[in-house]
C-alpha cells in the first residue's frame, strides 16, 4: 500500500541543454519527448528504483512558484483506489489551471506543496 516516486518535474527555459546535462551528470538517457518537454531517466527506462526527471519547458517561470514538484505512481492498485488513499491521509485536490482532460490527478498535501499522481506506468509509452 504505497505511491513511488515515478518523476521529478523541473521547469526551465533550455530542455534541451539541461536534458544534457542531467544525463552526464546522472548517467541517463533520453527516454521520451512530449513537445518541447524531454524525459530522462536510467537506461533501464521507466519503473525502476529511481524517479525519472521531466524537464518541461516554462520561458517565464513566476517568481515564488516552486519549479520543481514531485509525480507519483501508485504501486500496489489503479490511480482511482490510490487517489482515495491519498486523500484519507490529507492531500487535497489542487488546481493549477489544468483542463480536466488531463490523465493525472493534481493535490497538494497537508501544508499546500503540489504534486501529481500519475497513471500507473509499467513500461515506455
Known sequence: ?????GEL????????LLARF?????DFVELERDGDDIEIGPR???GGAQPTIVLSRND????????????L???????????ERL??????PADIGQTGEESWHVLADPEGNV????????SPL
Do not use: Y
Not at 500500500?1 to 516516486?5: G, T
Not at 518535474?9 to 534541451?16: F, G, I, K, S
Not at 486523500?87 to 487535497?92: F, V, W
Open 1 to 5: 500500500m504505497a505511491s513511488r516516486i
Open 9 to 16: 518535474v523541473l521547469e526551465c527555459r533550455d530542455p534541451e
Open 22 to 26: 542531467w544525463c552526464e551528470v546522472l
Open 44 to 46: 533501464e527506462g521507466f
Open 60 to 71: 517565464d517561470p513566476q517568481p515564488g512558484k516552486p519549479r520543481l514538484h514531485i509525480d
Open 73 to 83: 505512481n501508485a504501486t500496489d492498485r489503479d490511480q482511482d483506489a490510490e487517489l
Open 87 to 92: 486523500l484519507k491521509l490529507g492531500a487535497r
Open 115 to 122: 504534486f501529481c499522481l500519475l497513471r500507473r506506468r509499467l
